[in-house]
Structures are given as structure tokens and as C-alpha cells.
């Protein structure tokens, strides 16, 4: 992903304010919140038709939304609750963005932009679901050509230079091929699983066989869930 090519620089951009985040001894949770406001407010900027300022905004509350994350590491408040909290707030604030959007677009009765705008809704919500779900069955699944940082600095792109047809077909080829990606990425790691006997199957003539008292006292492993 091209998120890891300037992902060091990034960082090093938010050290100081990271630092001082930290020393306040405000919650990252607190953070995550005020990044999705941040970008509510810029779905409302863009249901309003300021498309060039709001380029700009959706350039300040990703980074932003970077915060959250790297405070909670350098102050030692990581949790598990923090990290689906944020994955999940994540996915709300792709939404109020293309939500925006959405609103613009009806407005103008552009209809090629409202679908183009629905796709890469869908296409950004797979991406991440894929990878909750493979994580949740123990695979790993941080491959894919777009995660949000590549969606954001895409959308802000399009805004800036009002070029949003080309980025939003961009956004739905890319996105789309991710999810491919992603599933064949974890095709193959589970195919590599099961033949090499690690994984557990208790479907099929066991399942069947089992009493509802059986069923009941089986034990599974939990499984938790991540988003990107």
C-alpha cells in the first residue's frame, strides 16, 4: 500500500503535537470522537458546494484522525476497545465525507457522480469488512493497492483540483480490486492452513451428530475483529 511509503514521514510530521497530546492526558478515545466531528463537519462544508475549501479540510482531518492512534501508543493507553472504537468511528467518518458528496450531487442532479459516489461507498465498507473478517479468523490481511490513507489524499485530490469523475472512478476500480486482492490473499493463506492440518473443522457429519447438549458445552475459540 502506498500508505507505507510515507507513512515514516507522516509520523514524524505529527511528533510534536503527538507529544504534547500525550503529556495533556487527553483520551485517545476523546480524539477519536473529535476527528469524526471534524469530519461531519466536512460533509457538511461539501454538502454545501465548497468543494475547494473542503479539499483542504479532508486533508486536515485525516491527518487528524492519525492522532488518536499515535497518542495512544507513545502515552501507553492502548486498548482493545480504543482500537475497534476507532476502526468503527473510521468508517463513520468515510461516510459523513461521501455523504456530503451524495447531497451535492443529488442536488445538481448529477446522476454519473451520485453512482460513481455509492460504488466507492460500498467498495471502501468491503475493504475494511474483508479484513475484520479474515482477522477474526486468525489471517492476516494488510495487503490491498487503497486503505483509507490513499482514499483521503485521492478524495482531497479530486476536491482541490475539481476533478471528482475521474478520482471517484479511481476510487471504485481500486477499491473493488482491493477487496479482490484481500480475498485472494486470504484464499491463499487459508488454503496454506487447512492443508498443512491447523485449522479445526467441526462442520459436516460431527456437527450433524452433536446434541443440542453438546453443542452447548463446545467450547470455541473468540475471535476478534479489526477494521482498516
Known amino acids: 500500500m502506498l500508505s507505507k511509503l510515507f507513512k515514516a514521514r507522516v509520523s514524524k510530521f505529527l511528533e510534536a503535537p503527538v507529544g504534547l497530546l500525550a503529556r495533556s492526558g487527553l ?20 454538502a454545501m458546494g465548497w468543494v475547494f475549501a473542503g ?22 493507553r492502548t486498548t482493545r476497545f480504543g482500537a475497534l472504537l476507532d476502526s468503527v468511528v473510521d468508517r463513520f467518518s468515510e461516510a459523513a465525507i461521501l455523504a456530503g458528496l451524495l447531497w ?12 460513481l459516489v455509492f460504488a466507492v461507498l ?20 494488510d495487503v490491498g493497492l487503497v486503505a483509507r490513507p490513499e482514499r483521503v489524499l485521492l ?21 473493488h480490486l482491493t477487496v479482490v486482492q484481500r480475498v485472494w490473499h486470504v484464499w491463499q493463506l487459508a488454503g496454506l492452513q487447512d ?17 443440542p447438549h453438546e453443542r452447548t458445552g463446545r467450547q470455541k475459540r473468540p475471535t476478534m475483529r479489526k477494521m482498516a
Open 55 to 76: 479539499g483542504f479540510l479532508v486533508l486536515f482531518a485525516g491527518l487528524f484522525d492519525m492522532l488518536d492512534g499515535a497518542t495512544a501508543r507513545l502515552s501507553g
Open 195 to 211: 492443508l498443512s492440518g491447523s485449522t479445526d473443522n467441526d462442520s459436516g457429519a460431527d456437527a450433524v451428530m452433536d446434541t
Open 27 to 46: 483520551s485517545p478515545n476523546a480524539l477519536t470522537i473529535v476527528g469524526f466531528v471534524l469530519n461531519v463537519v466536512v460533509g457538511i462544508v461539501l
Open 155 to 175: 478524495m482531497a485530490a479530486g476536491l482541490i483540483f475539481s476533478q471528482m469523475v475521474p478520482v471517484l472512478a479511481l476510487l471504485v476500480v481500486f477499491t
Open 104 to 115: 451535492l450531487f443529488l442536488s445538481q442532479e448529477r446522476h454519473l457522480e451520485v453512482l
Open 122 to 141: 460500498l467498495g471502501s465498507l468491503m475493504v475494511s469488512y474483508v479484513r475484520a473478517r479474515a482477522e477474526g479468523l486468525g489471517l492476516d490481511c
